[in-house]
């Protein structure tokens, strides 16, 4: 829930960054942030959803078990997490470019 409602946070933040009058525009490498923080929550909430539903959460209509699935696919599409996190480290962070251990 804490998650759900950083996220939620976090999208008013970049919405606000694209409607102010001062001309910053669109958000840059935050949309890296976006895009790891989402990818990896979609992912928890669909597993925690099969863990409630227990053996029904796969048996039922399949929307979760699909929709898990799908999510499994978010840290790989639009650049994998691990491209996202390194963009992250130099562009805003300002980390010198290279291999992070």
Known sequence: MIRARA???HG????????TADG???????????K????ELDLA?????L???GPHGEA????WAEGWTFALAGPVYA???EIQRDIIAERLLGLPKGRRG
């Open 51 to 53: 863990d409630l539903l």
């Open 36 to 39: 790891v923080f989402w990818s």
């Open 60 to 63: 039922a209509d399949g929307r």
């Open 12 to 19: 008013y933040a970049q919405a606000s960054l694209v409607d």
């Open 45 to 49: 909430l669909h597993e925690t959803a």
């Open 24 to 34: 910053r525009g669109t958000p840059g490498a935050d949309a890296s942030l976006t």
């Open 7 to 9: 996220y939620q946070l």
């Open 79 to 81: 650049g994998t997490n």
